[in-house]
């Protein structure tokens, strides 16, 4: 496997998508950015009683910011990966934003989100422009510019190359496999995932595995519940039941049914580049690689 070889996850909030009307992507992959979304949420016939859109988050392992967009209020969200049965509340009838980045930078996104300098730069620019694609040029210029103020020579060379091999097995590989892969001990390699990725490996393959079946059950209408669970190994169907049912509230059976009959997936209007299917893999070359991870 190439080194600059990755099959990327196609990531959704399923029950975000359900409290939309409008939902746009667009996918980035360049320099710790990995899409851009927006939509507008459901009107106030939809809110629950303290007048908000509440949603369920699944399992993810990247940070997402979400900016409210509201005439004369501009406020930011950030949802942290690994998330477990939160709810988010967010505005009824309201315009929002979302950044996903890479996974394994959060030193980097934490830093940024942090900075007041930057935040009045977003908030000042973003109030003066509405349109998605012109607030994706904005948001990518400014966060360049705060990479390129800080430097990323802190990254951890070891961050690419752990997220892809975890990411190409579908989350279906062991810590002995990747601290033979890597060359390092796996007392290291769990402490150094733990640091990038904020969660063990263990936790990390889990999630991966658990979204590589969104988008399996999301995009395939070809494949039933048992050829789902062989195709990402797990030890049986009824262990992916388990988990999914943990992480959703509902079976993969009642999931289909859900994202089916209400046409979430439907919903997503892909902006720029074209949606990557669940068996793509994209590949780089040796200066996109370092450019997906931060580097110039």
Known sequence: MAAYELAF???VQP???QKTHRYYKYQVYHRGIQEFFGFCTYGETEANEDGMISFRMVPDVGIQTLITCRQNHFSMLTLEPGAEQTNVELYPDTEYFGIRFIPGISEFVEEFLMDNHFYEEIRKQFMEESGFTQRCRIFKCIFEEFLNNRG???LNSQVPSIYALISNS???IRIDELSRHLGYSQRYMSKMIKAEFGMSPKTLCKYI??????EYLGYRSDMDITEVSNA???YDQSHFVKYFKEFTGVTPRNYVSMIRSNKIYQKIE???KVQIDYHHKETFTSREWKNLFLAE
Do not use: R
């Open 170 to 172: 579908n989350g279906d």
């Open 15 to 17: 029950y975000l998508l």
């Open 152 to 154: 990323e020579h802190n």
């Open 232 to 234: 990402l190994g797990y």
């Open 209 to 214: 595995k658990f979204q590589k079946s969104l």
């Open 9 to 11: 996850i196609d990531p």
């Open 270 to 272: 892909n902006v720029g």
